[in-house]
């Protein structure tokens, strides 16, 4: 079995929609597109026709390419079974310990609330890679708007038990605000200030910062490291007032 080919593609203001493709069936999925055009122009110059739209959650920012990619495609859109009312697209309702295909390659559906109710993550366990939509971003977690910090916490305890070389592909490029944000509520981590340091490099360069990987978000997301779900919503709570 060939590698997943993974492709970022930047839209929007700070979106990133996952193009992924398994050399071996032809089989190729997208990853939340916010939008259509840039996402089928990615596809075309690599000679790649679209077959499948996996959504891990209803915000237009994740659903909003849809409907134009399956009208030039003709692709299956799968997503989380808890908000087809919000994804009127949506071919393949899904839900967690449900298993999805591309090609040879398995991914285990998660089930994710708090961001949105019914939010879903895929987990290819065999390739080291999970598709998280706005749950956990670099050295950040995404907003409680339909959830509790219980349920992010218990997110993120799943998280916490992957390897190191988990690669986390997230939605967005929030990564040099959350370390900003970071280093004040854990000023104390080397390994946190350091990333701090590397991510502004980074940013400054122009460069994309994500994929991320569980063992940096171990050594330095405070959401990820938080002790209680307590202390994660402490956490979020001033961050949302940052
Ligand atoms: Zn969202």
Same mark, same amino acid.
């Not at 854990?186 to 502004?200: C, F, K, M, Y």
């Given at each position: 079995?060939?590698?997943?080919?993974?492709?970022?593609?930047?839209?929007?203001?700070? $979106?990133?929609?996952?193009?992924?493709?398994?050399?071996?069936?032809?089989? =190729?999925?997208?990853?939340?597109?916010?939008?259509?055009?840039?996402?089928?122009?990615?596809?075309?110059?690599?000679?790649?026709?679209? &077959?499948?739209?996996?959504?891990?959650?209803?915000?237009?920012?994740? =659903?909003?390419?849809?409907?134009?990619?399956?009208?030039?495609?003709?692709? =299956?859109? &799968?997503?989380?079974?808890?908000?087809?009312?919000?994804?009127?697209?949506?071919?393949?309702?899904?839900?967690? @310990?449900?298993?999805?295909?591309?090609?040879?390659?398995?991914?285990?559906?998660?089930?994710?609330?708090?961001?949105?109710?019914?939010?879903?993550?895929?987990?290819?366990?065999?390739?080291?890679?999970?598709?998280? @939509?706005?749950?956990?971003?670099?050295? @950040?977690?995404?907003?409680?708007?339909?959830?509790?910090?219980?349920?992010?916490?218990?997110?993120?305890?799943?998280?916490?038990? *992957?390897?190191?070389? &988990?690669?986390?592909?997230?939605?967005?490029?929030?990564?040099?605000? $959350?370390?900003?944000?970071?280093?004040?509520?854990?000023? @104390?981590?080397?390994?946190?200030?350091?990333?701090?340091?590397?991510?502004?490099?980074?940013?400054?360069?122009?460069?994309?910062?994500?994929?991320?990987?569980?063992?940096?978000?171990?050594? &330095?997301?405070?959401?990820?490291?938080?002790?209680?779900?307590?202390?994660?919503?402490?956490?979020?709570? *001033?961050?949302?007032?940052?």
């Amino acid at each position: 079995m060939s590698p997943l080919d993974i492709v970022r593609i930047p839209v929007l203001h700070d $979106n990133y929609v996952w193009l992924v493709h398994d050399s071996d069936s032809k089989a =190729t999925m997208v990853v939340d597109p916010a939008v259509a055009e840039p996402v089928l122009e990615a596809a075309a110059a690599r000679g790649w026709t679209i &077959t499948d739209i996996w959504n891990t959650h209803w915000h237009p920012d994740h =659903t909003g390419g849809n409907a134009a990619i399956k009208e030039a495609t003709g692709c =299956t859109i &799968t997503g989380p079974a808890a908000e087809y009312e919000r994804i009127p697209t949506l071919d393949v309702r899904v839900t967690g @310990g449900d298993r999805v295909r591309l090609g040879a390659h398995v991914a285990e559906v998660w089930d994710v609330p708090a961001h949105t109710a019914g939010h879903i993550a895929y987990h290819f366990a065999a390739d080291d890679a999970i598709f998280v @939509g706005d749950t956990i971003f670099a050295m @950040g977690c995404g907003r409680l708007f339909e959830g509790t910090a219980e349920q992010m916490f218990a997110n993120m305890r799943r998280f916490d038990a *992957l390897g190191d070389a &988990t690669r986390v592909y997230c939605a967005h490029e929030y990564t040099l605000s $959350n370390a900003r944000f970071a280093v004040t509520v854990d000023p @104390g981590n080397a390994a946190l200030t350091e990333r701090l340091a590397a991510v502004e490099a980074a940013r400054a360069a122009g460069e994309p910062t994500v994929p991320t990987s569980i063992g940096a978000e171990r050594a &330095t997301n405070p959401f990820l490291r938080a002790a209680t779900a307590a202390e994660l919503g402490r956490i979020r709570t *001033l961050k949302d007032a940052a």
